[in-house]
């Protein structure tokens, strides 16, 4: 055998009775290596690979959330119901019944085992350790979607109309939240995408947003690995590829950048001989009178009470992103324009 780094591997079987069964299996073997289904290592314990390729494969490219749901996935259940069988012993049937139990238990859950076991098991065949792949056309059990209808659900009831929008960025110019309405409402941003907004972002001639980080946990870091109390607030990848986009930035956006820079530039200039609590210049829009960016959190007390004040209706920060979405959707734009800005 010999393997992509150019390792060689001398394998040899044995032990037949007689040799026209030992060239039976040799031209067995020759057939499985000429349509890649001949498996290497036949002997590795399901919970051995399930764990390394979660932990190896999978984390460095997975972002804290997806990284947990997926462990919750592996070690809860896949692990439990495979622990007696070799990764090339499971077949069709074996995943058929475990997306049955789960099913029963959790439609969720089953719906992201499918996903999380399409992937294990797709690497496992793409580097030859089963000579089939077993969840291929396997199916959860009927009442339970994998996939979205291609129809586009407004629901209203968790969305603002143009005249609540109005009144909450007005509202909000008074709170240490001003920015962050603004960029969910009026440009669809995630909160964590725009907690990693830089200055450095922006294309000030083309009036440009580069979207680039979002801040968040680091899967790769443990507490021990960070600075205090900035654990939750480390720089990583946006959420998914397609996340990383251009996006034209508002008028009423760019001029409110262009004052939130003059705060920020007072701060910087206030504290830059204070020894005992200095600015910390990390270039942030949305960031402390020191300089420190916001947590995941930061906005929920001031966002609540934003509400509660002015009589609105009580929808979560994340659906100010359906809100621009909505808006946009309900003035005709083109569905997939609006999926590119999203």
């Given at each position: 055998?010999?393997?992509?780094?150019?390792?060689?591997?001398?394998?040899?079987?044995?032990?037949?009775?007689?040799?026209?069964?030992?060239?039976?299996?040799?031209?067995k073997?020759?057939?499985q290596?000429v349509?890649h289904?001949?498996?290497?290592?036949?002997?590795?314990?399901?919970?051995?690979?399930?764990?390394?390729?979660?932990?190896?494969?999978?984390?460095?490219?997975?972002?804290?959330?997806?990284?947990m749901?997926?462990?919750n996935v592996?070690?809860?259940?896949?692990?439990?119901?495979?622990?007696?069988?070799?990764?090339?012993?499971?077949?069709?049937?074996?995943?058929?019944?475990f997306y049955?139990?789960?099913?029963?238990?959790?439609?969720?859950?089953?719906?992201?085992s499918?996903?999380?076991?399409?992937?294990?098991?797709s690497?496992?065949?793409?580097?030859?350790?089963?000579?089939?792949n077993?969840?291929?056309?396997?199916?959860?059990?009927?009442?339970?979607?994998?996939?979205?209808?291609?129809?586009?659900?407004?629901?209203?009831e968790?969305?603002?109309?143009?005249e609540?929008?109005?009144?909450?960025?007005?509202?909000?110019?008074q709170?240490p939240?001003?920015?962050?309405?603004?960029?969910?409402?009026?440009?669809?941003l995630?909160?964590?995408?725009?907690?990693?907004?830089?200055?450095?972002?922006?294309?000030?001639?083309n009036?440009k947003?580069?979207?680039?980080?979002q801040?968040?946990?680091?899967?790769?870091?443990?507490?021990?690995?960070?600075?205090?109390?900035?654990?939750?607030?480390?720089?990583?990848?946006l959420?998914?590829?397609?996340?990383?986009?251009?996006?034209?930035?508002?008028?009423?956006?760019f001029?409110?950048?262009l004052?939130?820079?003059?705060?920020?530039?007072?701060n910087?200039?206030r504290?830059?001989?204070d020894k005992?609590?200095?600015?910390?210049?990390?270039?942030?829009?949305?960031c402390?009178?020191?300089?420190h960016?916001?947590?995941?959190?930061?906005?929920?007390?001031?966002?609540?009470?934003l509400?509660?004040?002015n009589?609105?209706?009580?929808?979560?920060f994340?659906?100010?992103?359906?809100?621009?979405t909505?808006?946009l959707?309900m003035n005709?734009?083109?569905?997939?324009?609006?999926s590119?800005?999203?």
């Amino acid at each position: 055998l010999t393997f992509i780094d150019d390792e060689e591997e001398i394998r040899q079987i044995g032990g037949f009775k007689t040799k026209k069964e030992a060239n039976l299996e040799r031209d067995k073997v020759v057939a499985q290596l000429v349509n890649h289904t001949y498996v290497v290592y036949p002997k590795i314990k399901s919970d051995e690979y399930f764990e390394y390729w979660l932990e190896i494969v999978m984390k460095p490219d997975l972002t804290y959330n997806s990284y947990m749901s997926y462990r919750n996935v592996i070690n809860n259940y896949v692990i439990t119901y495979f622990k007696n069988y070799y990764i090339n012993q499971i077949n069709i049937g074996h995943i058929q019944k475990f997306y049955n139990e789960v099913a029963n238990k959790y439609k969720s859950i089953a719906r992201l085992s499918k996903a999380v076991l399409n992937a294990a098991f797709s690497y496992a065949k793409k580097n030859n350790l089963i000579s089939v792949n077993p969840t291929l056309n396997v199916k959860l059990p009927k009442g339970i979607e994998t996939t979205y209808k291609k129809v586009q659900v407004i629901d209203i009831e968790k969305t603002f109309n143009i005249e609540q929008i109005k009144l909450v960025i007005e509202k909000s110019k008074q709170t240490p939240i001003y920015m962050h309405m603004l960029f969910a409402l009026l440009m669809g941003l995630r909160k964590q995408e725009i907690n990693g907004l830089k200055y450095s972002d922006i294309d000030y001639v083309n009036r440009k947003l580069y979207l680039e980080r979002q801040l968040g946990v680091d899967p790769n870091k443990s507490k021990e690995d960070c600075k205090k109390k900035t654990y939750t607030k480390q720089e990583i990848k946006l959420k998914t590829f397609s996340s990383e986009r251009v996006l034209d930035i508002p008028d009423m956006v760019f001029e409110a950048i262009l004052e939130q820079r003059k705060i920020y530039e007072a701060n910087r200039k206030r504290r830059i001989n204070d020894k005992t609590t200095p600015f910390t210049d990390l270039d942030y829009i949305c960031c402390s009178t020191y300089g420190h960016p916001r947590s995941k959190g930061f906005h929920k007390r001031h966002y609540d009470k934003l509400l509660k004040d002015n009589n609105l209706p009580k929808i979560k920060f994340h659906d100010l992103r359906h809100t621009y979405t909505t808006l946009l959707l309900m003035n005709n734009h083109d569905l997939k324009a609006v999926s590119e800005l999203l």
